[in-house]
């Protein structure tokens, strides 16, 4: 399964949201920071901001000392309820042709059997806060230990 380019940075918007009280102290970030946080254009970044707004999963500040937070709502969302609010594409296969219907679309089992992936994807995900993400402690590399200042041989 894989998630529109919109519905991954939108995610990471958020996790980055849910981190910010503890990077900036505040909580606001705006969408200028946020568009090089996520390494994303600012104008693409603004279209998320705005539908993530519309889902009340943010809260939006004008001005100049505006800027983005993440609402009460937003800090309770699930990965799967985003994805599933945000993706337009539901279909995992694509069961038209330039021509037309697939042939085999009448005795075919592949797409509801996809379908039911999808549906498996999306209920794991609803699992996952988002906010809970903010949170991973980073992983040491296996060749390096805590403290170590060397780098690693290769």
């Keep these: 399964m894989r998630i529109n380019a919109f519905s991954d940075v939108s995610l990471r918007v958020l996790i980055l949201l849910a981190a910010a009280p503890a990077a900036a102290g505040s909580g606001v970030m705006t969408s200028s920071a946020l568009s090089l946080a996520v390494g994303t254009p600012y104008h693409h970044v603004t279209k998320i901001v705005a539908r993530l707004h519309e889902l009340d999963l943010i809260e939006v500040t ?16 699930t990965v799967g309820w985003v994805l599933r609010a945000l993706e337009t594409r539901t279909d995992v296969a694509d069961c038209e042709t330039p021509n037309g219907a697939c042939p085999l679309l009448d005795g075919c089992g592949l797409r509801g059997a996809l379908g039911r992936a999808r549906d498996a994807f999306y209920s794991e995900l609803e699992n996952v806060v988002v906010a809970s993400l903010a949170h991973q402690p980073r992983l040491a590399s296996p060749s390096r230990t805590p403290g170590s200042t060397s780098l690693p041989v290769r």
Aim: aromatic letters at 0%; charged letters at 25%.
């Design 62 to 77: 004008r001005g100049r000392a505006g800027g983005v937070r993440i609402s009460p709502a937003g800090r309770q969302v």
